[in-house]
Every structure is written in C-alpha cells, then in structure tokens.
C-alpha cells in the first residue's frame, strides 16, 4: 500500500557527503531510509531527509538482501525504493518489482548496466554509435584490432571513468587490455551480476568535446531538464573535469544533443525516472551517446545542476515518482534562470596528499557554492592505471556561462594540490 506518509528507501548512497539529495528529500518533506550494504560503513546519523537506516547484503548476497527487503519493507513504512547508486541499479529495479511500486523494468535495468548491450541496443534503434566489440579473453584480441585506431577500452559495467583507457597502436592496445581486465577483476567483479561473466568493451574513440544531458522520464515521456558542457578529456585516462550547465538552449549544438539523449533514453526503454546521459562529438561535430545512466548522475551532482539552473528539483520529482505519488506536468525545455556549475579539483600529482592550496580563496569567492572535499591529508594516490580518485567537487552558480567559463579558468590557476613522493 503506498500513501502520503510511506518512506522511500534509497539503496546504497556513495558518498553520504553528497548529500544533495537528502537535502532535496527535506525540502520536499519526503522521509528517507538508507539502505546500505553489509560490506560497507554505516552512513552517519542525523543527515537530513533520513529517519532510519537498514543494513542488507545488497551486493554480497542480493538475493537475500531482495527477500529481506520485501519481508521487512511493510513494518518499515516504505512506499518506494530509488537509488543514485550506478551498481546497485538491478538490484533497486528488482526490489520495486517486487514490493509493486514504480521502478524501470529489471530487465531494462540489466541493458543500462552492460556497456556491450547498451551499444547493441543504441545501434539497433538506428543511432548514431562507434564501431563496437566485445572481449571476453583478454588473450584473444584479434577481433579488435581491425577497428582501427585510437580505440577506447572500458569495464562491462564500470562507473565513474574507472579502468577506461585510450589506446593508439597494436602494442598500446594489447598492454591496456590487460591493465584493465586486471583492473576489472580487482575492483569491479562483486558488482557484477552473477549471471554476467567479465569482459571488456573497445570501441572507437570519439575526437571531439564531451557533454551530458540530464533527462526525466514521465508519462508524458523524456524531458531533457539540462543540458552541459563535460569538457574534452582525451585520455589517456578519461578523468571527469568540468560541468557547466549550458543557458543557449535554441542553439544548434543544444538542440542536437537534446535529440540525441532523448532518442537514446528511448531506445533503451527507460519507461521512468533520471537519466544521466553522456555523449560526446565526432571528428563532424555530431553527438553520439557514450551511456546512459538511469539515475541521478553523480551521486546527486545532476540535482544540483538542474536546482540551481532551472528552480525545479529534478530529486524531488524522481522521489515522488518513487514513491507512486503524482508529479507536476513539466515543459518542453526549462528555462536556465542561473549558470550552476561543478568543478571536479584535477589531481595532477600522486603519491601522499598533502593538503589543498588556495582553498580559501576558493571557498570565499561569491560565486562559489558548496566546496566538497574527498581527501584527507595522508592519503595515497596509487599511479595510474589505478583509478585516484576525485580530490574534492567545487559547486558554484553564475549570471552567465561566460563568467562560468572564467570562473573554471580562476579556479585552475588558484587551486592545487600538495603531493609528498612515497616511490620506493
Ligand atoms: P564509465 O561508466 O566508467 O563512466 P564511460 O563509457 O562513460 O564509462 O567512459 C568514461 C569516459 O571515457 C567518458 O566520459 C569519455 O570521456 C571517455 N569515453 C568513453 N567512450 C569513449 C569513446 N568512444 N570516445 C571517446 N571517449 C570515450
Ligand atoms: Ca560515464
């Protein structure tokens, strides 16, 4: 039974200092249980939104966690289940399914979380994709080579740029495939359903700039809430960069990429919900879509993006949605009130992080946000290949895209990171 007053059950929040969308829940009155898994740390008390907590094997045992959820859900009050969380997105299909609220079909939940599917169901829908292949031993890696080059090796089912790498020759090709599978086995395989053996995706590499759009799905169908600029990472690891909301909504180039997300969230049958959808140019300037996430991309980042961009929280709609409860019709395309933007503090350096410099300058220019912050001093940066993580996230709101632009360029000339060798 779904009321007014039922909870929704968010499953496996990454950071919980990514707390846009438990703030965006308080606003909205809407009461908030964090699921999280058994393997991992319980998410501190008193966050905004939230009045309990649950601890399930979500991903050591999801089966279990799916049966404990279902038994436990009623005398919990919950009326929904949503989740931001890229890895747990099958799982959260499924527990909707089977408690009968609204949640994207799992089957289409499995599409979104294979990359090799995901780009045979784009092709298949007539869109525009790179020349794709599969690899499943990372021994036999004929079939590739005949793509030509670069080529752009990625995880099945990894997230957050980790183990995705650009190859230019035969020899770069053959080296990154095993970094990378060996990257796979080590940090992504217990995400991996179970059903779904390993194996890598290469495709051709997509010269040109990088933008995203953030959609929400209703019974009217796909609404592109936002549309950004991602910078023009090149490899050859692809680091997340920038994100700066665009306000030229007739132009040329917005206009083809709000086509492209739509046809692409359609293709892959995302019936309801966000969806983060990347994409990126060509050598003609014609966009194609790298993936789709069906969630609220970056852990809440895109909320933030839309809140601070359009006035409508894009959290909010998909929580309400969540929960079985009506949301208000919205227009073809929002008007962009503000620039809001994300600034994603480059690591430039490894080894023992010593601290940010500049930082308060940063943290009291008027145009700043909100500073988030992932390192602690005494950290270790592994080199690459291993993926390093992202030092911290600098939000902030402008008049316009212009002094958006300038504030990025401030921030790369004020802001840097302290680094102490550690090399034996
Ligand atoms: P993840 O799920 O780990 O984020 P993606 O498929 O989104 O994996 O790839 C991560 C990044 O790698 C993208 O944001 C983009 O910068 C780069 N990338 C991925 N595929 C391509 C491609 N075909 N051409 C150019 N760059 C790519
Ligand atoms: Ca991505």
Redesign the pocket.
Known sequence: MIDGDAALALVCHRNHRMSFVFEAAQTAGIRLMLIYDSSESEPPHGLPGVVGYWRLPVFEDPDAALKEFVDGAGTRGLGGVMTLR?EAIIWTAEAARRLGTPGIPPAVAALVRN?YRMRQALAQAGLRT?TFAHINDPGDISSVESLGFPL?I??LA???????MLARSVEELHERIRTVWAMQERDLSRFYEKTDTPGLVV?????GK?FVAECFVDGDGVHVMAVGD?GH?Q?PW?E?TIYRLREDLDSVQVMALREAACAGVKALGITMGAAHV?M?LDAEGLP?V??IGARIGGSGVSHFIVEQGTGISLAELCMLQALGLPTSPLPDALPVRKVSANYIIPLRGEGRFCGFIGMDAVRQHPETARVLTFFEPGHIVPPPPAFGGYPGFIFSVHPTQAAARSYHRWLDDTLCNEWEDVSP
């Open positions: 890229e990359k790179p752009v990625k995880p990894g997230w957050g740029s980790a183990g995705v495709e051709q590499y997509l010269p990088e991602k990472p490899g692809f997340e990347e990126r194609y790298i993936e």
